[in-house]
């Protein structure tokens, strides 16, 4: 396993793949091709095949296979016939001072939203793509033209106040495109607890307490909760309560965050922040979850 | 690769600019200062300022360049501070060249340029009073004509070693990869603001060779009429053959 980081930022084993495979997913899904190429599919395991068709199909839809074992494929029903033409990507629309909206809505900054990883479309990639009327299988779109010496500059310098800079190169003690291990990665992620969920909704579930500072509710996109108890609809979205780990005297803590959903521990509302104890039952929402500390007097790390 | 350094004390009494670089198993670094203050402290900030990179440098790093150019910068610049007080400190300019690949760091309005294919390009901001205005005008935090009367104060350094706080700084915080026959020039602001970047582009196309070319940008200067600051260069040709 060799973790690398493609420069949009995702992680991906460099073993298995020689590229970055979720860019090549956003590409797909962006541009949706009617050609699956590279979906590394398990093959199904040979059947007696009749014969290699002579016309390479994509998809051995109509082969007299014994049954359609659910392999997970993305889209069952590819259409046979390649369109004609894929539809012309419109440009992006430019909004004030070098900002663009995404198709996801969000506005964008840099050349990739955010938000959904999807690349800007320039004036000129959109003129580049007019005249191509032949479905080519697309490869992942790859940066038109190398870059000039001056983005180059701009885009491997930091200009700015030195508190700043340090920052930026401890965040990245080993350079974008170098190998990391795995394990450079743990490094904060040592285990201080956990949530045991035993209220009928999900029984027995687990989750690890990682973070000093753990929020406690429902995620959605804007925010986004560490413990996400996100089957239940009875509770609000976004934090509802955040779980502290104090270190020093190996404590924890929880605390409401005035949000919507009422707190309760050991069936007490949770007015004021409490010290947790083992075994504290902390409800919310239909949810009950037990508290087993890792951490305490006896043991830290 | 060597890197070629000249200095020329101008019509000044006192050369407050100094330079060095030297070459470890991590590669070549190179650092030029630019010594600012009322008193000759500002020659001994250069002056400390550069041995103290050297020294950083030669004692070897782990892990990212960037992270070790950073903290070294901001051990540097509170000991100067400490050693010679409030109203002298130095810029710094300095390079790293490991393989193809060359980092940096610069602070105040010394600068590095990259010579290639025959175009010369700046690669660091001067961190001039000039920058911050401007800075301050396009976050619209200063109005235009404020902008307007700041401008004579233009040339004042933002940001410097020995303000005990550094505030601006130039960081790569990836690599830039060299080409062969790319050439890169730091100097200080003798240089540049006597003679412009079109003859600067000019003497590097002229004189291939980095010892001649550092010759002639510092002949250049001494041609040049007027009062004449103090002016230092480091010129280095990234030749891959030569290396081996």
Redesign the interface.
């Known amino acids: 396993m060799k973790l690398k980081r493609c420069p949009n930022m995702h992680y991906y084993d460099a073993d298995k793949y020689p590229q970055c495979p979720h860019c090549a997913a956003l590409a797909e899904q962006q541009a949706p091709q009617p050609v699956t190429i590279a979906a590394p599919q398990p093959e199904p395991v040979a059947a007696p095949q009749p014969e290699p068709v002579a016309a390479p199909q994509p998809e051995p839809v109509a082969a007299p296979q014994p049954e359609p074992v659910a392999a997970p494929q993305p889209e069952p029903a590819a259409a046979p016939l390649p369109e004609p033409a894929a539809a012309p990507q419109a440009e992006s629309e430019p909004v004030s001072d070098g900002a663009w909206r995404c198709v996801c809505g969000t506005v964008v900054v840099g050349n990739f939203c955010m938000r959904c990883g999807h690349p800007r479309i320039t004036a000129d990639a959109v003129q580049a793509e007019q005249p191509a009327p032949e479905p080519v299988p697309v490869q992942p779109v790859q940066p038109a033209q190398e870059p000039s ?2 983005s ?2 701009s ?8 508190e700043d ?2 920052e ?3 965040s ?5 495109g170098a190998t990391q291990i795995i394990f450079d990665e743990l490094a904060d992620d040592l285990i201080l607890g956990w949530l045991v969920a035993v209220s009928a909704n999900i029984k027995g579930k687990v989750f690890a307490v990682t973070d000093t500072k753990s929020t406690i509710g429902r995620s959605d996109a804007e925010h986004p909760v560490t413990i996400d108890l996100h089957g239940d609809k009875t509770v609000s979205r976004g934090a509802q309560a955040v779980l502290l780990y104090d270190p020093l005297n190996k404590k924890f803590f929880l605390q409401s965050t005035d949000s919507k959903t009422f707190i309760y521990v050991n069936r007490q509302m949770l007015l004021m922040p409490a010290e947790l104890k083992i075994y504290d039952r902390i409800m919310l929402g239909e949810t009950e979850l037990l508290f087993i500390p890792l951490c305490s007097e006896q043991f830290s790390w | 690769m060597l890197c070629e350094i000249r200095s020329f004390i101008g019509t000044r009494t006192y050369q407050e600019d100094a330079a060095e670089f030297c070459e470890t198993e991590q590669g070549l670094f190179a650092a030029v200062c630019d010594g600012v203050g009322s008193r000759a402290d500002g020659g001994a900030s250069s002056r400390l300022c550069v041995s103290r990179f050297i020294e950083a440098f030669k004692e070897g790093f782990t ?2 360049y ?2 070790f150019i ?2 070294a ?2 051990r540097i610049d509170r000991e100067i501070y400490e050693e010679f007080g409030e109203r002298c400190g130095t810029t710094a300019v300095t390079v790293y060249i490991s393989g193809h690949s060359l980092y ?1 760091l610069s ?1 105040g309005d010394s600068r590095l340029y ?1 010579y ?1 294919n025959g ?1 010369l ?1 700046q ?3 001067d961190h001039d009073y000039a920058y911050v205005i401007g800075l301050r005008l396009k976050k619209n935090l200063i109005d235009a004509a404020t902008y307007q009367a700041e401008q004579r104060k233009g040339s004042r350094l933002a940001s410097y070693f020995g303000m005990n ?12 990869l060299l080409e062969q026959n790319d050439v890169l020039l730091l100097t200080t602001d003798g240089l540049y603001k006597k003679i412009g970047d079109e003859q600067i582009a000019d003497i590097l196309r002229t004189h291939t060779r980095a010892d001649v070319a550092a010759d002639c940008l510092i002949h250049a200067v001494r041609q040049s009429e007027g009062a004449a600051d103090n002016t230092t260069v480091a010129v280095i040709r990234y030749d891959t053959e030569e290396q081996k």
């Open positions: 010496l001056t180059y500059i885009e491997v310098n930091f200009t700015g106040n030195l800079a340090k930026k190169a401890a990245q003690r080993d350079d974008e | 892990g990212s960037p992270a950073v903290d910068a901001e940096w602070v990259i290639r175009r390009k690669i660091t901001t706080g550094i505030d601006i700084v130039d960081v790569s915080m990836q690599p830039l």
